[in-house]
């Protein structure tokens, strides 16, 4: 596609519930981010893929939330057991390739996801 | 550890004002990556400009100019005769050269009046 696509562009669901969120990139790029907002505050790193493997997952919060990338394009953010502090909006990016740090991200319109 | 501090919170000015936009750093890397996105209403992070550690040299593009000072831990951004259509969330950010992953400070929301 022409952008980085995120569905859906906005989840509201139940404390407690399992929700996941899902991320198209730029075709061909091979680097793909996930990253947090909250309200008033600068996106927060969670994790990043390079092709399929997550090459650095330093940022996710806890064992709750977890990321794949099976083919090395489409990624899904998974979200267990979700509180209401996990109400942010979550960002996608991608880049045509990590591990070097001047790689420009493009990055989608975001999922906000409310927790009620 | 990777920090980028903007003091600033909310700037408004009146059309056709320049208006420059701050944002501090701190580092360990020796290169690093410095970078100002926008963020209009819409939600969408729009990358603006990038420069590398190793070079200071200040440029011009349009109406946007940066201003990157080693010594003070600096990279200000300068935006010239103001818009309406420029009111946003600007976030500077910070890549060590290591990956790409971003730190981000807060933002700086910038009003532009008619």
């Known amino acids: 596609g022409a952008g980085v696509s995120q569905t859906p562009s906005n989840k509201v669901t139940e404390k407690g519930k399992y929700v996941e969120l899902r991320c198209d990139p730029i075709s061909g790029h091979t680097a793909l981010y996930w990253y947090r907002q909250s309200l008033g505050q600068g996106p927060e790193f969670l994790i990043y893929f390079q092709g399929t493997g997550a090459a650095d997952d330093s940022g996710l919060p806890n064992d709750r939330f977890f990321a794949v990338r099976p083919e090395g394009s489409v990624s899904t953010l998974k979200i267990q057991r979700t509180e209401r502090g996990d109400s942010a909006v979550y960002l996608c990016?991608?880049?045509?390739?990590?591990?070097?740090?001047?790689?420009?991200?493009?990055f989608g319109q975001g999922t906000r996801l409310t927790v009620v | 550890a990777q920090k980028v501090t903007q003091a600033q919170t909310e700037i408004s000015v009146v059309e056709k004002e320049d208006v420059t936009l701050d944002c501090v750093y701190e580092?360990?890397?020796?290169?690093?990556?410095l970078f100002w996105y926008k963020q209009p209403p819409s939600g969408e992070l729009v990358f603006l400009i990038r420069?590398?550690?190793?070079?200071?040299q200040n440029e011009i593009s349009g109406r946007y100019s940066w201003n990157f000072q080693k010594s003070t831990s600096s990279f200000n951004f300068t935006i010239t005769a103001s818009q309406v259509v420029d009111s946003a969330v600007y976030f500077c950010a910070l890549s060590a050269s290591a990956n790409s992953k971003l730190t981000f400070g807060k933002g700086i929301t910038l009003s532009v009046r008619p």
């Open positions: 580092t360990r890397d020796t290169t690093y990556y």
């Open positions: 990016a991608s880049s045509l390739r990590a591990g070097r740090g001047g790689t420009e991200a493009f």
């Open positions: 420069r590398n550690s190793f070079d200071e």
